[in-house]
């Protein structure tokens, strides 16, 4: 194993591509083990699909194993990191008669694999959430997971880039000789010299790994959001309803998702669970595309043949940006991750 510092001498310059959660989080760390970093992005930090995701923190059902536990890790770093981006208070959940055993089989899953969760009954859940209806919450078996939360992607990415070079342009060429990627070129027309590439484009990612000569293949999903004007609601966590999804975004406003509803859909599905959005409007909806390689399970770390190309892409990049922004960017620098790192490797495509 080489020890990060003398790599990191080695590794003198990396370009990083992609200025969302992965590409901040893999800067930083770059960063702190002393390499030097340009971060390039054709938007503005957060601006792609960071900037239009749930953001919800957690490994609520996600297999197989070596996942669950990959988005545990990214949980606890979020918490052992201390950001005042990331808030706790958990996630609520309850299901309608077509999906209680869908949601059973979830809970009994994640108690086996000793992940925080726990039946409440409507009294508890309306002592942790005293604005729902209780009229649309079930007597019983409703899902709580103590340790979930959710985060202000935007604000962490703004706090871990700050310092770091950031270019707004694009990359439309990179060069590989003798097995090794040597330069980065961008539309502008800038050849950047590296020792090393992190591809952290998110939905953009087959693209530049085409341009390195490497096919990924995905399957990326859209996804909208729903933003409602400030509204008198109480909502202190991450809240699945049978037809929506809400969580707090602060001044008073509300996060709504539900990929299979519309805007107007979403907004009376929310009112219901929550009377007092009855006087609230949508203030602005986002749409974003989810980077989901082809299998569902993240891309990361490096490249067999073309070991100083590198990969941080999946969806759940918020859970998992903290701890496997530190792995990837460790093993950028010469150190050995592949007993985290292994199962999510590129050749498994």
């Known amino acids: 194993m080489t020890s990060g510092s003398s790599e990191a001498r080695m590794v003198a310059r990396v370009v990083v591509i992609g200025a969302g959660v992965y590409g901040a989080a893999v800067s930083a760390s770059l960063v702190r083990r002393g390499a030097g970093v340009t971060v390039v992005d054709s938007g503005p930090p957060g601006g792609g699909t960071s900037g239009a995701t749930f953001s919800w923190v957690n490994s609520c059902g996600k297999q197989p194993r070596a996942y669950h536990d990959l988005n545990v890790a990214g949980m606890r770093a979020h918490r052992e990191t201390g950001g005042d981006w990331f808030h706790d208070g958990g996630n609520l959940e309850w299901a309608d008669d077509t ?16 992940y925080p969760a726990r039946w409440l009954d409507k009294a ?24 979930e939360g959710w985060v202000e992607p935007t604000r962490m990415i703004a706090h871990l880039l700050s310092g770091i070079e950031v270019i707004r342009d694009a990359v439309v060429g990179v060069a590989v000789r003798g097995g090794r990627v040597s330069s980065v070129r961008l539309a502008s027309g ?64 509300l996060l709504l998702h539900n990929e299979d509803l519309d805007v107007g859909q979403m907004l009376a599905a929310a009112r219901a669970v929550y009377p007092g959005l009855r006087d609230g409007a949508v203030e602005s909806v986002r749409t974003g595309e989810r980077p989901i390689p082809v299998d569902g399970l993240p891309v990361l770390g490096r490249v067999l ?26 093993e950028v620098l010469g150190e050995d991750r592949d007993d985290v790192l292994g199962p999510f490797r590129f050749e498994r495509l």
Not at 134 to 145: R, T
Not at 218 to 223: F, I, S
Not at 228 to 239: E, M, N, Y
């Open 190 to 253: 800038q050849d950047i010299a590296v020792d090393a590439v992190v591809n952290c484009a998110g939905a953009r990612a087959a693209d530049v790994a085409k341009l390195a000569g490497l096919r990924l293949p995905m399957r990326n999903k859209p996804g909208v959001l729903a933003y409602t004007s400030p509204v008198a609601v109480s909502i202190a966590r991450v809240i699945h309803a049978p037809q929506v999804h809400l969580r707090p975004d602060g001044g008073g406003r």
């Open 124 to 147: 508890d859940a309306l002592r942790l959430e005293p604005d729902i209806d209780p009229a649309v919450l079930p007597d019983g078996e409703i899902a709580y997971f103590p340790g």
């Open 99 to 114: 999906g209680i055993e869908w949601l059973r089989h979830k809970v009994a899953g994640l108690v086996e694999y000793g």
């Open 305 to 330: 043949d073309l070991p100083n190309f590198h990969f941080a892409v999946s969806h759940s990049g918020v859970t998992l940006s903290a701890y496997v922004g530190d792995q990837v960017a460790a």
